[in-house]
Nanobody, 123 residues
Framework: QVQLVESGGGLVQAGGSLRLSCAAS????????MGWFRQRPGKEREFVAA????????YYGDDVKGRVTISRDNAKNTVYLQMNSLKPEDTAVYYC????????????????WGQGTQVTVSS
């Protein structure tokens, strides 16, 4: 069991940067693969980034490769998403999620979700 709380969203100009944080409660944080997803109005939740348990390998969605970096600090029970060169189409609610396996892309497979944080990118 883990609870997740996102923070760091806000309004940013196109080309700017944001750093999202996800703080987790629970004692088994390091055993979870962590992911970031986003949901734009009228669209399905889509994969943004993931960092695997154990290996720490990172993966990114096609639309954000080269512009975002996911990292985790297991000692602090926190996962981060650094977003650079933001575009208006990045506007969405961003969610942090956790699962106890190495499968990472399908949001339906995640066990725990945060409440989300709004990111708005203006032109």
């Amino acid at each position: 069991q883990v609870q997740l709380v996102e923070s760091g969203g806000g309004l940013v100009q196109a080309g700017g940067s944001l750093r999202l944080s996800c703080a987790a409660s629970g004692r088994m944080f390091s055993a979870y693969t962590m992911g970031w997803f986003r949901q734009r109005p009228g669209k399905e939740r889509e994969f943004v980034a993931a960092i695997l348990r154990g290996s720490g390998n990172t993966y990114y969605g096609d639309d954000v490769k080269g512009r975002v970096t996911i990292s985790r600090d297991n000692a602090k029970n926190t996962v981060y998403l650094q977003m650079n060169s933001l575009k208006p189409e990045d506007t969405a609610v961003y969610y942090c999620a956790a699962r106890g396996s190495d499968y990472y892309r399908d949001p339906r497979g995640y066990d725990y979700w945060g409440q989300g944080t709004q990111v708005t990118v203006s032109s």
